[in-house]
């Protein structure tokens, strides 16, 4: 970075003219000629229809640049907007020029000339030095030309505000019009005369006889040409040839002057014009523009108009062309100009100089403000000051000033080495987002510290990022960050709580903020949450003042060379008396700096505050150029939000046909589009409240306050029709509806006409000159918010919200945060969904564009088949989105919007403590064997700290400002801490007191905490009470209680405490510390409540289900006892808890199998909640080596005790209390035993904890959108998994793992969960899924070959200990199982087939065996032969297989049919070693064998070689030695379906079987693939990528991040589908299509969660619904649920009998096998033998 942008970026620039200007963005051309233009009235109609339409579609699509035609005499002639031959009106065109010359990034100046010099006007100012000297000189004469100087007088009067004086032509009202026409002509021809005789005299200089009197068309034409003629230009010169012909012609002094030719009596043309007219264009034009440049044309004068379009085509068609083809190339040249001198800039770097300009401009404003400024620099400077500064101020008191001003100042003010860096929020996209603003700080930041480091994408890393990178800020530098108008930021991202915000600062770290004081809470939070050390932090913008706001606009006056007579001075005193806001001294300077020293002043049109001085400056307007016009174009431009060009405004105008019939009420023009000057006028009279600036790559005009933005608003958009409509014509304009088509309008006959308004197509993307596709930026940023403002919600969701290449573009062209402010206008339930989708997917889709269908349509699959929109969205992902990324989900990812899933909170251990804040916003999570206590934000679903504490379990005190925590090794001390910041306070040693030696037994028993006071008990030999006190921070109380307590608890009034012994309750005042009651039970309690005015106490045991009631005085005395029994509804089941809703009247009572809600206030039981039969009463979870009981872990009642929750296992169930029924919405937890259920007292959040787990799990009900099935996840990461052959289902097994899971592929839906005693090994389908094969670690378990039923989820087999290999045959429900037949040592290998075609298990064994199976054996396609790799003997010593060879068995006659070994290979088995076999996956016969070739004499390989063998003949087809080099990892070979080629994904080479030569590459090695569509493509991961790439031409057709890492990837039979596991055990499912060579619509249509039944002819609706696959999963506690859930890998005792006893009592079936052919090869490799014994079989449940 040199040194000019460390400058910049650090806020130390040398002069302010040092930033960059802006490069134009548009092509303004100026046109010129003679008032009032009917002179070329033909030629500028055809310029305006047929030259400047073409040319600016295609200035745009090219160039990227917008052409402006401006022409303020189009329309003169209607009257509207303004006068035309006025003063005012001569000036308004020459400042519009000089905009043009300006803002024009090309040509900028057209000038039409012809045989007329033009009006010359009487001068409108007149120096009054200057004009007292002409006055002098005409009173001197006695030439009768003086005769008239009295008219000097009588016209103009002396302006003495104006520095120095000048005299004004007198305004011209209607009471004068006779007067002035009489006097016009004779007061030009004095005045001139007076000139002259000053000339003469040398008073004046000779050229200001031209100065004063030349032609408007010759200031106009000096003025474009002397000052701009770089930018480029044209002139037309028209000849009529006989114009002087036609001299006496009324028509003919619109085309030039005359003049009498007393001697011959005629008219001819005037000698003096002419003269003038030769001058200027030998002079000026001829002077200063080259001869291209200037196209003359000769024509004849026809019948009595001069010129007709009719009979001048030929020259109106030449004209045309010429002026196409020159401006075309001016544009063309000014744009390759502009190319080459544009300099690259970042996103930041353009940034930054955004904000550099509107603090040069806001800051230079800055004035009275001394106090502020000085309080300001006094923090800056404050090194003891660790908290952000606020200033603060109602709209318009000029927080902003203050702020540029500091920043501008900053250099002079603090060391060179500062970072000073300025936002103002909401002037950019970026900084109106927190997390851009954020992002864009941190990269200013890192670029001024010339660190080369990444900012991450998401929200929660880019906050951390901000906090670390502030304290990582050098010592020696200091950075000081001003954000201006927290208020302005968009409320994502919870950015009003203002959380991201540090609460301490480094030394060197200075930031002050600003903001209103009733927006959003948000100075409320400053103050009470944030700011609360330094209050002295705050600094109020107060208005300045009467006294400081004359002087700043005396000096304001006095810097434009004005002044104001005393009468003005005294009515602006009465106003800034009754307002003095910056903004409002503003308002009222515009007017002032116009002021005439004769004007009188009205002092309503000064107002008394900022809104009604706007009132009257509109009123005004709207007098002066019409309402209709003032009211639509104001609408207009405030309604566009980000502002409007000239010409969008033009375009706008022309489209309305109000304001057209108000425009051309006079008169019917050619081309009926809005005049120029009718905007130019009025935009030039607000040019003071707007701002141009860049939006979307145009120059755009809006207001600069939005103070003026929301008066506006109120004033002309508070209708709701009309703003309606508004709305809608701009929603038309960009979406080019009226391009090329004629509207309807009325002429002033009333006849109803079309015709065209000329405006743009508004593609969606253009194609520049370079080829380069650009994107109209403008169209996306207006269309969206215009169609939902216009009520059009069916064109707004078709056309935008759910439409892929509108978001796909969109996002390229602008940013994913614009798409998400787009589906926050219309916040519907399919706009939610979507945006929560967006929001969800935002790192990745910004990361890789091209993933956006893959992530819509996995997050948003299972809203397919209910909401339209949405199912039309993903129907585009899988059509339009191929080409940008061929893989297509097959089923919904794991986290869905929608799903009342709202976050989860990690940590770092397993969670014993679970605490929430009273007021429910914060959550804190700990583990008894960690310090560290973890507190998250409920809101934000972010961490707020990490706080060092203690050892142990913690409490919370219900103020929230203690922790508690008891020592979890020896229970002895209690410890407590600051719960907002785990400071240590001070312990409480109770065994200190109690004196007994380390020998006897100690427990500390329950603890309770108030905001005042701790209790527990400890157990010795005896019970003893112990009370500690915060206050005090000591034990105040210590009590030997005799026998043993179980319950202890303080009073929710803080005056006494509750404990047990044995089944005596004892009360302790907290007041006197002393024993007040003893009241005797029937049972020693386990379970109490006590109601918030501590007057009723429930206690109940475990068994004895009678609640007793004790009510007690306010200091602990028992006043009566009465009892509750629930015997009759729980008959003899376990209580766990009882507790009292919030009502205190609610009951609940948990046990273990029945969940009781009892209202004490009516003594009725409300509801009874039973376990459902359907639920298991224990199940083996994964990687648990016992069965877990399932019982109710947990019940809360709601805070407005209306629901009961219930957690069951995984489940939440709701119930309604009002009716006593469950509520339709449940939670299902991910695997794992719910254990706490906590509600949040913040919205409508639940939190839970299971079992043994590192994370909280936080439920959204309020954003509950639908009943969601929540994919499940296996708990450890995927290492295999198995596709059955239909493609039904998926086995999935984890690493280490004890857990099958059985994955339905059309759902996603777990449907199947084996867990067993011990890790996986191995398993085995069948070919349908419905049985499955089973080996385990044979270590753990009595048996490790298990066969389970999957769909009665039971084991129907299990054997062996030894493990061996197992092989499923494709077309039956078969499985080969091959191993050793005992667990001795090089005990031969057997093969048994078990078949299950039948729905039983017919068992059958090989009556040969085979010494050695190598590898496991794999089955040909077509189910004939299994091939196997096996060998004589294993080689201790060698470590390898002794002469290894290919075993076929013919599968259809259950015998072995050919062996290939050392005979078969003998002509090149020297040094050749077979190691491995693999398949061909189409091929019936043919198998490849891998072999080791080795160098002679030596142990080294020299690489693989291949030999391919035919299994029926038993033969050898071809080999090849030079297969592949010796670094090749066998697992990672990959066959094409037909044996073609070979892909070695470890080295990513690809190999023609043919020739053995390697032909392509692929990937990047990696370690597995998956091969499709016959190995045209191939599917391969990096990390958490799916990468599909196309082999023939290395494309990649797809790649999205599938959010984890992934560890394997399997391709399924069908050719097109995957599915991958990753480590975090998710499975997930795609299909991959080729959008150039697949049939897209018939491969999305056989996705079975595309299918819509609704859709469907009725004659097929059956047939889809077969189709759609099941939804169940395998653990629902639904109580209408039908499965039978196994109980763990073997079956436990239910009942009478187990389900092992009843298997035992089925009648075996036997079946008799056949004798099978015995074969022994020549080279002696198997030993085989015939079995002719009954085959072993299993009984099926």
Not at 817 to 839: C, F, M, V, Y
Not at 990 to 1016: C, D, W
Not at 1513 to 1534: C, E, K, Q, V
Request: glycine share 4%; net charge negative.
């Amino acid at each position: 970075m040199d040194a000019a942008q460390l400058r910049l970026y650090s806020g130390h620039l040398n002069s302010l003219s040092d930033i960059p200007t802006e490069q134009s963005n548009q092509i303004k051309v100026f046109l010129s000629c003679n008032l009032p233009g009917e002179e070329f009235r033909e030629e500028r109609n055809a310029i305006l229809s047929r030259v400047i339409p073409p040319l600016r579609e295609e200035t745009k699509a090219k160039y990227g640049l917008e052409l402006h035609h401006v022409d303020l005499m189009f329309g003169a002639d209607d009257g509207a907007g303004g006068i035309v031959d006025s003063y005012e009106a001569r000036e308004f065109r020459l400042k519009e020029l000089l905009r043009a010359q300006k803002l024009s990034a090309g040509p900028c100046f057209m000038v039409l000339i012809g045989q007329k010099y033009g009006k010359r006007p009487v001068p409108q100012l007149v120096l009054s030095e200057i004009f007292e000297l002409i006055q002098t000189a005409l009173l001197n004469s006695n030439g009768r030309r003086a005769r008239a100087f009295n008219l000097l007088d009588k016209w103009y009067i002396k302006d003495e505000n104006s520095i120095p004086a000048v005299h004004v032509l007198r305004p011209v009202v209607e009471s004068d019009g006779d007067d002035w026409s009489e006097d016009r002509d004779s007061l030009w021809n004095v005045l001139m005369y007076g000139v002259e005789l000053c000339c003469r005299e040398g008073s004046l200089p000779p050229e200001a006889m031209r100065t004063y009197f030349a032609s408007e068309l010759e200031n106009e034409v000096k003025h474009g040409l002397m000052h701009g003629s770089e930018r480029g230009g044209f002139v037309v010169e028209r000849k009529i040839t006989d114009l002087a012909n036609y001299a006496g012609e009324k028509q003919a002094q619109v085309f030039t002057e005359t003049e009498w030719n007393e001697v011959e009596e005629r008219a001819q043309l005037c000698t003096g014009s002419m003269q003038l007219l030769q001058s200027l264009k030998t002079d000026v034009i001829q002077a200063n523009l080259p001869d291209e440049c200037i196209s003359r044309y000769s024509i004849l004068w026809r019948y009595d108009s001069g010129i007709d379009s009719q009979f001048h085509k030929e020259y109106i068609d030449e004209l045309c062309n010429d002026l196409t083809t020159k401006l075309r190339d001016q544009i063309s040249e000014a744009a390759a100009a502009a190319e080459a001198r544009k300099v690259y800039r970042s996103r930041l770097h353009e940034e930054v100089i955004a904000h550099w300009r509107k603090a040069i401009d806001r800051g230079r404003a800055c004035e009275g403000r001394d106090n502020e400024q000085e309080n300001l620099l006094n923090y800056l400077k404050d090194e003891r000051n660790t908290e952000f500064y606020t200033i603060y101020g109602e709209s318009g008191s000029g927080k902003t000033c203050i702020l540029s001003s500091l920043f501008l100042e900053m250099k002079n003010l603090l060391p060179q080495s500062t970072i000073a860096v300025i936002r103002f929020i909401g002037l950019t996209h970026e900084s109106a987002n927190l997390r851009d603003l954020l992002q864009s700080i941190c990269q200013q930041i890192l670029t001024c510290l010339n660190r080369d480091i990444s900012v991450p994408m998401d929200f929660p890393e880019v906050l951390k990022f901000f906090s670390a990178l502030l304290h990582e800020i050098p010592s020696s530098i200091q950075l000081v960050l001003l954000l201006d108008s927290l208020n302005s930021l968009l409320p994502d991202f919870n950015s009003h709580l203002l959380q991201w915000l540090p609460s301490s600062l480094p030394k060197n770290v200075r930031i002050i903020v600003s903001c209103q004081p009733h927006a959003h809470g948000m100075f409320t939070r400053l103050k009470t949450e944030l700011i609360t050390k330094h209050h002295e932090n705050f600094t109020e913008v107060k208005p300045l003042g009467q006294d400081v706001a004359m002087m700043l606009t005396l000096r304001w006056l006095q810097q434009e060379s004005m002044c104001i007579t005393n009468e003005q001075a005294e009515q602006i005193k009465a106003a800034f008396n009754k307002c003095s806001l910056p903004l409002y001294i503003k308002f009222l300077f515009n007017r002032i700096r116009k002021w005439r020293s004769f004007d009188l002043i009205d002092s309503k049109v000064l107002g008394t505050s900022c809104s009604t001085f706007l009132d009257a400056l509109f009123e005004e307007f709207e007098l002066k150029y019409g309402k209709v016009l003032v009211k639509h174009s104001v609408s207009y431009l405030t309604a566009s939000k980000t502002g409007l060009s000239d010409m969008e405004m033009e375009d706008l105008l022309s489209l309305d046909e109000h304001v057209m019939e108000h425009v051309h009420c006079k008169s019917e023009p050619v081309v009926r589009r809005c005049p120029p000057k009718v905007w130019a006028q009025l935009r030039d009279e607000l040019d003071f409240m707007l701002n141009l600036k860049v939006a979307d790559d145009y120059d755009v005009y809006y207001w600069n306050h939005a103070i003026i933005r929301e008066y506006t608003e109120n004033r002309y958009l508070a209708n709701d029709s009309f703003r309606k409509k508004i709305h809608c014509t701009i929603a038309d304009y960009y979406l080019g509806n009226w391009f090329q088509k004629p509207m309807k309008y009325k002429n002033l006959n009333g006849e109803e006409k079309l015709v065209e308004r000329y405006v743009l197509s508004q593609p969606l993307t253009y194609t520049s000159a370079g080829g380069k596709t650009d994107y109209n930026q403008r169209k996306y940023d207006q269309v969206p918010r215009h169609l939902y403002l216009a009520n059009r919600l069916d064109e707004l969701n078709a056309k935008v919200m759910f439409n892929y290449d509108w978001l796909y573009n969109k996002i390229k062209a602008l940013s994913l945060q614009k798409i998400l402010a787009d589906l926050s206008l219309n916040p519907g339930t399919e706009a939610t969904l979507l945006e929560s989708a967006l929001r969800s997917a935002q790192g990745l889709i910004e990361k890789n564009i091209d993933s956006l269908p893959v992530e819509l349509s996995g997050r948003l699959l299972p809203y397919y088949h209910t909401y339209p929109n949405l199912r039309s969205l993903i129907d585009q992902c899988g059509t339009a989105g191929l080409s940008h990324c061929a893989i297509v989900p097959l089923f919904n990812y794991h986290q869905v919007p929608g799903s009342p899933l709202q976050y989860t909170f990690e940590y770092t251990d397993r969670i014993d403590s679970l605490l929430v804040t009273q007021d429910g916003r914060y959550v804190f999570t700990k583990s008894d064997n960690s310090q560290v206590l973890r507190k998250f934000d409920l809101l934000s679903g972010e961490i707020q700290a990490d706080i060092a504490t203690s050892y142990g379990k913690a409490y919370l005190s219900p103020d929230d400002c203690y922790l508690v925590i008891v020592d979890n090794e020896i229970e002895k001390a209690v410890k407590v801490h600051n719960a907002m910041t785990g400071n240590y306070i001070f312990q409480l040693i109770p065994i200190n007191l109690i004196g007994m030696n380390e020998q006897r037994k100690y427990h500390l028993g329950p603890i309770s905490v108030s905001s005042k006071f701790i209790a527990t008990l400890i157990t010795t030999e005896a019970t003893h009470l112990c009370i500690g006190c915060f206050e005090d921070q000591d034990i105040v109380k210590l009590v030997n209680l005799g026998g043993k307590g179980s319950i202890v608890r303080i009073s929710p009034n803080q005056d006494y405490v509750l404990c047990n012994v044995g089944s005596n309750v004892l009360t302790y005042s907290l007041q006197t510390y002393e024993q007040v009651c003893l009241t005797p039970l029937e049972y020693r309690p386990t379970c109490h409540a006590i109601n918030k005015s501590s007057s009723k106490v429930l206690l109940t045991d475990e068994f004895s289900h009678i609640i007793t009631v004790i009510h007690m005085s306010t200091q602990g005395h028992t006043q009566m006892v009465s009892k509750i029994s629930l015997q009759p509804f729980l008959k003899g089941d376990r209580v766990l808890q009882i507790s009292l809703a919030d009502d205190d009247n609610s009951l609940l009572i948990r046990a273990e199998h029945n969940v009781l809600s009892y209202n004490t206030f009516t003594d009725k039981l409300t509801l009874h909640v039973k376990r459902p039969v359907s639920v298991m009463r224990e199940f083996r979870l994964p990687k648990h080596s016992k069965p877990t009981s399932i019982i109710y872990t947990d019940a809360i009642i709601s805070h407005d005790n209306d629901v009961l929750m219930t957690s069951l296992f995984r489940n939440i169930q709701f119930w309604n209390l009002k009716t006593g029924k469950p509520m339709e919405t449940t939670i299902l937890a991910p695997v794992g035993i719910i254990t706490k259920v906590i509600q949040s007292r913040f919205q409508s959040q639940i939190l839970t904890v299971q079992q043994d787990a590192q994370c909280v799990q936080v439920w959204n009900l309020k954003d509950y959108v639908m009943d969601v099935t929540t994919l499940d996840r296996l708990t450890s990461p995927i290492d295999r998994l198995i596709l059955t052959e239909d493609n039904f289902f998926c086995f999935a097994t984890g690493c280490e793992s004890d857990e099958i899971g059985v994955i339905d592929m059309r759902t996603g839906l777990l449907v199947n969960l084996l867990t067993h005693e011990s890790e996986v090994v191995d398993i085995t389908p069948t070919c349908d899924g419905s049985f499955v094969f089973v080996a385990v670690n044979p270590s753990k378990t009595e048996f490790c070959n298990k066969i389970w039923s999957v769909n009665d989820r039971k084991i129907v087999k299990e054997f062996g200990q030894v493990l061996g290999h197992t092989v499923a045959v494709r077309k039956s429900k078969t499985i080969i199982h091959i191993a050793q037949a005992s667990t001795m040592y090089q005990a031969p290998f057997t093969i048994t087939i078990f078949n299950f075609s039948s729905g039983t298990c017919e068992e059958f064994t090989y009556d040969f065996i085979i010494n050695h199976a190598i590898s496991k054996p794999f089955v040909t396609y077509d189910d004939t032969y299994m091939a196997l790799l096996t060998a004589d003997q294993y080689l201790e010593k060698e470590a390898c297989y002794n002469n290894p060879a290919v075993c076929a068995f013919y599968l259809k006659g259950r015998y072995m049919h050919s062996i290939i070994g050392k005979n078969e290979l003998s002509p090149f088995l020297d040094n050749r070693h077979i190691i491995a076999l693999v398949p061909i996956p189409m091929n019936s016969t043919e198998i490849i064998a891998i072999y080791q070739v080795k160098i002679s004499g030596c142990k080294q390989s020299s690489g693989y070689g291949f030999v391919s063998v035919d299994l029926a003949m038993g033969t050898i087809l071809r080999y090849s030695d030079n297969f592949m080099p010796s670094t090749t990892d066998l697992n990672a070979l990959y066959l094409t379906n037909d044996g073609s080629l070979c892909v070695n994904a470890n080295l990513g080479m690809i190999f023609a079987m043919n020739s053995g030569k390697r032909v392509g590459t692929i990937g990047n090695r990696m370690s597995k693939l998956a091969l499709l569509k016959n190995g045209e493509v191939a599917a391969y991961y990096r990390g958490s990528h799916l990468i599909v790439e196309r082999i023939e031409d290395n494309k990649i057709l797809g790649e999205c991040d599938v959010h984890v890492d992934i560890c394997h990837i399997k391709a399924s039979n069908d050719d097109k589908t995957i599915m991958i596991g990753c480590v975090d055990g998710t499975v997930l499912g795609y299909v991959i299509i080729d959008p150039e060579k697949d049939e897209i619509n018939r491969l999305i249509l056989a996705i079975a969660s595309r299918q819509v039944v609704e859709d469907e002819p009725p004659e097929t609706k059956e047939v889809v619904k077969a189709r759609r696959p099941h939804t169940a999963t395998w653990d629902r506690t639904n109580s209408s649920a039908v499965t039978v859930r196994p109980l763990t890998a073997r079956n436990q005792k239910f009942g009478s009998s187990s389900d092992r006893e009843i298997l035992t009592k089925i009648r075996p079936v036997y079946r008799t096998v056949s004798a099978v052919k015995t074969a022994r090869n020549n080279s002696g490799v198997h030993r085989l033998t015939s079995s002719y014994e009954k085959s072993r079989t299993c009984s099926v449940m």
